[in-house]
C-alpha cells in the first residue's frame, strides 16, 4: 500500500469535503417517502461502519438487518435502495488519491453519518407533524 504525503493527504481531504454536500443530498434523497426505521437502528449502522473494514461488510450487516425484520422495522424498504447508494460511492472514490478500498470506505461512513442525521431529521419532523392538532 502506497504512503501518501502530506500534500496529497491534504488534496486528498479538499476532494472529500468538496464531495460531502453531494453525499448529504445522497442520504437525504434515499429516505424520501419510506419508512424509516427508528433511530436505534440508524445507530447501529454507523457503528457497523465504524467497525466495517471493508464496504462489502456494511453491505451484508444492510442485508442481515433487512432478513432479520425488514418488513417490521422499514428495513425492507429502504434496504435495496442504501445499498444501491453505497455501491455508487465506488465511482467517487476510485478518483481520490490513495487507496481506493479505504476512500470507498470512508465515503460510505460518511454516507451513514449523514444517513442517520437525515433519518433523526425526518424522525423528529414526523413526530411534530403527528402532535399537531388543527
Known amino acids: 500500500m502506497a504512503t501518501l504525503t502530506n500534500v496529497e493527504l491534504a488534496t486528498n481531504q479538499r476532494a ?3 464531495l460531502k454536500p453531494g453525499i448529504i443530498q ?3 434523497e434515499v429516505l424520501q417517502g419510506k419508512r424509516i426505521p427508528d ?3 440508524f445507530t447501529s449502522l454507523v457503528e457497523a461502519g465504524v ?3 471493508c464496504v462489502e461488510e456494511l453491505i451484508l450487516f444492510i442485508q442481515y438487518k433487512n432478513a432479520k425484520d425488514g418488513s417490521r422495522s422499514g428495513w425492507g424498504e429502504l434496504a435495496k435502495p442504501l445499498t444501491d447508494e453505497i455501491e455508487s460511492l465506488k465511482a467517487l472514490s476510485e478518483r481520490l488519491a490513495g487507496d481506493k478500498k479505504d476512500n470507498y470506505l470512508q465515503l460510505a461512513r460518511l454516507f ?3 444517513l442517520m442525521w437525515a433519518a433523526s431529521v425526518q424522525l423528529e419532523s414526523r413526530k411534530g407533524q403527528q402532535g399537531r392538532r388543527y
Open 51 to 53: 467497525q466495517a473494514a
Open 112 to 114: 451513514l453519518g449523514y
Open 26 to 28: 445522497k442520504a437525504q
Open 39 to 41: 433511530k436505534r437502528q
Open 16 to 18: 472529500i469535503d468538496a
